[in-house]
Structures are given as structure tokens and as C-alpha cells.
């Protein structure tokens, strides 16, 4: 209804009288169209002029969108329209934080790279109600100060002795905001919660989970309710359902995987194969509007840490009656794909069924056993036949994928191993063997197969969607890809078979990790959305998230879908109400899953840090993974991530050349460019801010090499401060209590 009101203003172009305005509406709808006016309006999307009219900002000639903070008090507005980013000085950020959505005017100055600045004028909704941090305390005053953790939000804490809440020097602690900044008055807040020593076990990965205000606990209502759904399936629903038990079923996951909720099953026809991709029928057991359904919706999806899970559903669901456990019968909604010898679907099929699964089984042990173990081979004797099957199965089916054009990153993953007390004791590479890829193949053919069945019906779906390329990103993508010579010829007509050779041109060589993760930012972020976009990714017209339920909510929201075609309930009424709920409920997924996502790399980068206490003078050999202003990253073979600064390299001035991902020395020509390799000595490790330090150690000939003959010398950065793909540099903070006193950024 907001969307429809903002669209009635629009299309009159002017201002509006309440009452104008909802004669717009069916009688019927007018209550409905008065609470959108009254939300917008709280949210700042409408004002109201001083005759009394219902305007958009826009039509004053404001933009609205999100800021994105930076330590150094400067930021970023990104337009919801999807329009360029504007960059805002720390003068003209007013009192706006990271996060918050806001209303900004264009200014007439232009940055020095041509890019357009932009001034907060309305702050619409605050995105920070509460700040996590570290208390510090004044020296020899009462109260004191909260260090944010999130360097985004580059003011401190100002807390009065009355609002400490007996929190100590050094405490990881949550602060109430009790006033935000504005002109002379600091940012206040009162202590709330004190979550421990920023030194004791557990209180790391708390602070991350507050910081992003990730729910820990489930309702009362939601605990009972799950617990009365735990218990074994009664006789009449199995009655109704498609009869799968003696079918060979498997499940194939993590050693420590608990929410199970995908299986397996392969049978061999006279052309081809029948696949089973059965999936736990969560849509059977939570309904909507329940309070499961509600703490799920919240939360969005699963949350997982190196030593916690925070689950969308509460254990007796998510590892109870909903977990496909071996050998218990448990309800699914199952797809079944005939596949051809040519790995291309031939036939499908959906049913809701009744399953009991033969093994539970591991990757590790699915591996073992196409590895030729003896003794697995023989203790899964009954399903060996099938997994070897299946092995067929998928390299058809990727071999297929491959053809279409679809793009495989296969970026290396830290696999972090933790000790009781917390602490981490080893920082791998995870291992991705025959068996994850196998499964992961199978969930990619249901997960399209799904989407491209209920696309065709003209049916109401949440699509995963994936866009091509922004054009601005590509150029810039292109001109490094140049200078290593992987340059797109046709940068006006790409498509995923055109990072797909790219990829495979640099498989095996010294920069095919770097190559791979620089093409992976130069795309869209994949989200939710109620039409079918494709996904470029994976060259695939149509795809949806179908096979994991029990850990995120757009799956359980197709299943509920897909339930209703198959049961012949999906009416007009249905249709109508999915059409008018589907874009808020795709738009909150994707949110929750970007926080998600930010919360569990928080925490690795908080553990690597952590490991890296222990290497500290150590020497290591890494590549160069971004470069910034201030200095170059350096991954290691661990995945683990730090900083060479310019100003811990003896001998010369170096200047960032952006656009060629690279850094020159101004009077050596001493270049470091993305992609090389370098070995760097541990020098310290920043734990509140989660940076590793490193010094570049001299090699032999004395660093990287010069640029190449004919290859333009780079000028002095003269572009305004971009965000940088890696960490900012820890900075001294500007204190609460003068916020309207803030340095001009010495870069622009």
C-alpha cells in the first residue's frame, strides 16, 4: 500500500491534500491508504509542506537512499533507485550515522574524480538504536566513553557515571542511544548490558551478535509451539502423502551438521536417471501467522559462527521433527528430475511424500568411499552402486551448467578450528571434495527446476535473482583484466560465458584467486525478488531458493507456494495477497541475509585475528588481495587477511593507482600490484578493530617489479575516498563530546 500511495503522488507530480489524495483509493481501501500515509510519513518518505500538502521529498528535489559511514567521519550515500553513490563530506553529514536511510541534496561541488557530493538534509530513520563497544573510563572525571566495535560509526559514546551500569574499564558493553548528534549535541546513550571482558572466551562472537541485533532467543510462544509439534508423524498425514520409505534415500552434510534438510535419492533408467531431491515439508508444520512463523520471518535465515549457531527455528524443529535423522520417518516435499545422458532435465515432477532416510552420511565419508576405502565401502555396501551413480549424475549435470556459461568462483573458505575455552588452534583452507560438489549440483537442478516450473505457470514465487553487471563496474573491471591480459573485447555485450573464460584462462596461475574475487565484486549482490530477473551467476533464466527450509525463510516461503499449486489452492484471493506482500517479504530476506552474512564474517575476521596473536614475527608468504590509499592487503594461504601500510615502506612515496589496482612508488617506479606475491612479516594484530599488520620483507631484487614499457605511470590519487574493499585503518576517534568539530578529509 505504501508503494501504491508513493506511486499516486508521483503520478500527479505535485503536492496533495490529505483528503485528495486518498479519493485515489477504493472506498474500501482509504483506512488502508491512511496508515501508509501515517508510516511514510514517520519514516520521512512523505513531508507535509506548510500548506498542509502530502509531498514527496523527491519533488523538492531531494534523493533518498542509505548512508554508508567511515571512521574517518566522511561517507557514502547510496540512492535506493539504484543510481550512482554520492560521496558526503564529514561537514555535511549532520548528524547522520551508518545505516541510517536519509533524504540528501546534490551540492554544486564536484570530487576531484568527477563524481557528484551530496548533502544530509532529512534523516528519515535511524538505522542505530544501541551501540556495542568497549567501555573506556574518563582519567579522573566520572562516566566515559564507548568505542564502537563497528568503525562505521565514527563517533564515541558519550556515557554519564549515572547510565555506566556498573560496567568497567575495558568491558565489551551494549549502550541504549538516548541522544544522536545534531550541530553542537554529542552522541549519548546509557549502558544496558555488560557483556563481559573484551578478553573472556565467548564474549567476541556476543559482541557481534549484538552488534547486528541478531536475535539469540525465541519466544515463549514459539518454544511451546515447537515442542508440541516434536513427535512422530501420525498415521493419517502419512496416509495422504506419496509413500517414499523403501526407497534408498540418503543425506549427505558436515560431520557436525545437525538441521538436516535435504536427501538424496538416484534411481538408473533405460536413458538416463530418475533424481530425488526430497526436502523437510517445513511448510507442513509452520504455518503463517503462527509465532514460529514470526521468530523465523525475524530472523531470516540461520546464523553460523565458528562456535555457536544462532538457528530460524528452535531446536525441536530444526533438529527435531523437521531434520531428515536416519531411519525416522519424516515428511518432505520431494522433486524428482529425469535426467538424460546428455545432463539436461527431460521430465519433473513435485509430490509431497513420507521418507525415512537409509544413512545419515558425511562428506568425508561420501569421499573416502570414491577414494576407495575398504571399510566404508563396506559398512554403506547397500548405497555404494547409487553413489557411484550419482557421481555420473553430477558430472553430467555440471558439464551441462559449464556449457550454458555458468560461472564457478570455487574461492577458498577458512575452516577454523576452536578449542574449548574458545580459543582458535589451527586456520585451514576447508576441503571440497567429489561428495560436496555432487550435492551441491543436486540442490542447483531443484532449486532451478522449481523456479522454471512455477515461471511457466504464471505463478506468484520468491526468485533468487542475480543482475548483470553494473556498466561503470565492468570498465573498471576491464582495465585491470588489461593489465594482466585478460581484457574483454566486447565490454558492451558481456555475458557469463565472457567471466566464464576468463576464470578458466587463469585457472592454475599465480593470480586466478585474485582474478576470481576481483570479477566476483565487480557483480551485482545476488537478493530476493518477487519477478524473475535470472541469474547471471549461474546463467540461469529462472532460480529460486528451494532446499533448505529449516535455515531460510525464502524457502520455506516457496514451499508454501508450491504446496498450493500442488493442492490446486492457489486462487485469485491467494495470488492477489501474495502479489501485494511477496516485494516487502524479499526485500526483508535479503536484508537479514546481508546481516548475516556480515555477522559470520565478522567473527572469522575476529578469530583470525586472534590465531594471529600467536604468529606475531612470524613470516609468511601471501598475495596481494586489494589496494587502498593507505597502504596494500596480503592474504595468506590461510585465508587470513592484514595490511601493508606505505608508510611502513622504507625508501619511498607510494601512490595508489585505483583504477589499475596497483601501487607505484614515485621515485623508484617500485610497483606492487594486485595478484603478486609478496612475503610479509607479522607485526601486530588489532583486535578491537579486527586488522592484522604486516611488514613487507625485502626480496632478493628488491620488490615487485617496475611497470612494463608503455605502460602509463600513474599520478598522484587525486579521486575522493572510495570504500575500500578491505578494512579502514585504525584512526584516532573524534570524541562525543565535540561532534560538530570534524577535520576536513586530508585526501580530498
Known sequence: MENRVIEALRREGKPLAPETLLEEFEAEERDAAAMAVERLLSESRLILTRKRKLALPEQTGLIYGRMQ??????????????????????????GAMHGDKVWVRPTETVSRNGSAEAEVMLIAVRAQSAVVGTFEQSHGAPGGYVIPDDTRLYMDVLVYEAATGGAKHGDKVVTKITQYPDGRRPLMGEITEVLGGKDEAGTDILSVIRRLDLPETFTKASIRQARSLNKPVDADTVARREDLRNLPIITIDGADAKDLDDAVSLIKL???????????????????????????????TSVYFPDRVLPMFPPDVSNGVCSLNEGTEKLTISCFMEIGKNGKVTAHRFSETVI???????????NAIFDGNTALCQKYADVVPMLEEMRTVMELLNAQRVKRGSIDFDLDEAAITLNPAGKPTDISIASRGVSNRMIEEFMLIANETVAQHVFELGMPLVYRVHETPDKTKLADLNTFLNTLGYGIKNIGNVKPQTFQKILQKAKGTKE??????????????????????????????????????????????????LRELLRGEMTKERIARYEETLEEIARHCSEREIAAMEAERAADDLKKCEYMQSRIGTVETGIISGVAQYGFFVQLGNTVEGMVRVTSIAGDFYVCDAKNYRMVGRNSKRVFRLGDLVRVRVAGVDLENSNVDFELVPSANGGAPKPKNGEEKPKAAEEKPKPADGKQPSKRRRRAKNPGKVAKDPEK
Open 356 to 366: 525415512k532416510t537409509a544413512h545419515r552420511m558425511t562428506y568425508d565419508d561420501v
Open 69 to 94: 559511514g567511515n571512521a574517518r567521519g566522511y561517507g557514502f550515500f547510496i540512492p535506493e533507485d539504484g543510481s550512482p553513490d554520492m560521496f558526503v563530506p564529514a561537514d555535511a553529514m549532520h
Open 270 to 300: 533405460k536413458d538416463g536417471w530418475l533424481l530425488g531431491v526430497h526436502i523437510a515439508d517445513v511448510s507442513h508444520y509452520v504455518q503463517p501467522g503462527t509465532a514460529l512463523d514470526a521468530d523465523a520471518y525475524k530472523r531470516g
Open 512 to 561: 586466478e584467486n585474485v582474478i576470481s574475487r576481483v570479477v566476483l565484486r565487480s557483480m551485482r549482490k545476488a537478493r530476493y525478488a518477487p519477478e524473475c530477473l535470472g541469474h547471471f551467476g549461474l546463467a540461469a533464466p529462472c532460480y529460486c531458493h528451494f532446499t533448505s527450509p529449516i535455515r531460510r525463510y525464502p524457502d520455506l516461503m516457496v514451499h508454501r507456494m
